[in-house]
T-cell receptor
Framework: EAGVTQFPSHSVIEKGQTVTLRCDPI?????LYWYRRVMGKEIKFLLH????????ESGMPNNRFLAERTGGTYSTLKVQPAELEDSGVYFC??????????????FGSGTRLTVV | KNQVEQSPQSLIILEGKNCTLQ??????????LRWYKQDTGRGPVSLTI?????NTKSNGRYTATLDADTKQSSLHITASQLSDSASYIC????????FGTGTSLTVIP
């Protein structure tokens, strides 16, 4: 089966610009998560979708970040306007159930965002 | 404060040798603990998951242990291979998921 797909794989934008990251989860996975790894720090949770609903968005850093999952399929994460501290690797993960089951969560390869 | 700390930060070992990675956590409440392997440029891939009642779980050459009383876990890699070179991340699930910063393992011939 196809894994979790993220694109772009890399994005370099100027401070103040807008960037939209996309995640295509594994087909049939209702649970979709966004995570972020800032350089030198641990991966941190951003938010969790169950189908098209935001189940938990407690990790979203501020209102410059907007996540959507229309139709409960793919998800987008928009950063507007981007700031230098938004640079990092943004991971998406999906799972059939929130607990992850025996196989855990399937992660995408991430989008490396660099804001200059 | 919910935290996950891993040690060592980096490790270099000879091919064929064994190694043990450590994970200490202060996450509460505790649901489960997972070890992930992340190859460069790829997303993390799950190796093991352990719940409160499990002490040891193996996945091939990987063996994870959990001491829920001391809130410590370890990942033991036996007979290392060059392909084991990666970042190993400990993730603890409480009310949300808490990630360690990872241990970077390099296996050299």
């Amino acid at each position: 089966e196809a894994g979790v797909t993220q694109f772009p794989s890399h994005s370099v934008i100027e401070k103040g610009q807008t960037v939209t990251l996309r995640c295509d989860p594994i087909s049939g996975h209702d649970n979709l998560y966004w995570y972020r790894r800032v350089m030198g720090k641990e991966i941190k949770f951003l938010l969790h979708f169950v189908k098209e609903s935001k189940q938990d968005e407690s990790g979203m850093p501020n209102n410059r970040f907007l996540a959507e999952r229309t139709g409960g399929t793919y998800s987008t994460l928009k950063v507007q306007p981007a700031e230098l501290e938004d640079s990092g690797v943004y991971f998406c993960a999906s799972s059939q159930d929130h607990g992850g089951g025996s196989y855990g969560y399937t992660f995408g390869s991430g989008t490396r965002l660099t804001v200059v | 404060k919910n935290q996950v700390e891993q040690s060592p930060q980096s490790l270099i070992i000879l091919e064929g040798k064994n190694c043990t990675l450590q994970c200490n956590y202060t996450v509460s409440p505790f649901s489960n603990l997972r070890w992930y392997k992340q190859d460069t440029g790829r997303g993390p891939v799950s190796l093991t998951i352990m719940t409160f009642s499990e002490n040891t779980k193996s996945n091939g050459r990987y063996t994870a242990t959990l001491d829920a009383d001391t809130k410590q876990s370890s990942l033991h890699i036996t007979a290392s291979q060059l392909s084991d070179s990666a970042s190993y991340i400990c993730v603890v699930r409480g009310n949300q998921f808490y990630f360690g910063t990872g241990t970077s393992l390099t296996v050299i011939p």
